[in-house]
């Protein structure tokens, strides 16, 4: 079957540190890539749309330098929390999706900061 | 716009019961209508989701209906089960892998034994 493995799943890091968290999609092809974010308020904020062979494209109040996304091929993708801070905190979800699909999500990475 | 309104935001029912949960949108370019489940500590879970082609579609006990011309939604979960506590969350978009998902904000669905 199609699964969706986000890794790590917990990670902590200091104030002002970098962290980069890895989605992968098994059994289809991710030809799109959403990375959203779960505030502790439960709220789904989209970062970025990351599709194939086009460039990503992010949501307002989010930046390609402060959210750095790779997405090489149709299996991969990556996200990196540039200097995380306090507000950065949360489960970071990435949705992947097969042309018409709905997106099939990952188990999170759920990033604290200190 | 983009919003996507979600309610209501708590939803405590007995157990054996019907949920409804009422979810509308703003971009009526919107076709593609999924609707997830969120357990505590999990990921969403895709349940149950509906095109514009249709008006309502079933699943074993889980019934979508939308109404194209209100831009409106909703999730019926019939003879609830202690199961079913647990957050959903509607979303609305447009078929196509260049094109977002907008997610409600929740419904924490709560049902009583």
């Known amino acids: 079957g199609a699964l969706v493995y986000q890794y790590p799943r917990r990670t902590i890091c200091k104030s002002g540190t970098s962290m980069r968290m890895e989605c992968q999609a098994v059994g289809f092809q991710a030809t799109s890539v959403a990375w959203y974010r779960q505030s502790p308020q439960k709220t789904f904020e989209l970062i970025a749309l990351?599709?194939?062979?086009?460039?990503?494209?992010?949501e307002q109040n989010f930046t390609q330098e402060k959210f750095p996304i790779s997405h090489p091929n149709l299996s991969f993708s990556s996200m990196t929390v540039l200097n995380a801070y306090l507000e950065d905190r949360g489960l970071y979800l990435c949705?992947?999706?097969?042309?018409?699909?709905?997106?099939?999500f990952g188990e999170g990475t759920r990033l604290s900061v200190l | 716009g983009e919003q996507v309104e979600q309610l209501p935001s708590i939803l405590r029912v007995q157990e054996r019961s019907s949920a409804s949960i009422n979810c509308t949108y703003e971009n009526s370019a919107s076709n593609y209508f999924p609707w997830y489940k969120q357990e505590p500590g999990e990921n969403p879970k895709l349940i149950i989701d509906?095109?514009?082609?249709?008006e309502r579609k079933q699943i074993q006990g889980l019934i979508v209906l939308l109404d194209k011309k209100a831009k409106r939604f909703s999730l019926h979960i019939t003879d609830t089960q202690p199961a079913d506590s647990a957050m959903y969350f509607c979303a609305a978009g447009i078929t196509g892998n260049t094109r977002k998902l907008i997610f409600g904000l929740g419904t924490t669905l709560q049902v009583q034994p």
């Open positions: 949705g992947a999706r097969s042309n018409n699909q709905a997106p099939l």
């Open positions: 990351s599709t194939v062979n086009s460039a990503i494209k992010y």
């Open positions: 509906i095109r514009s082609n249709m």
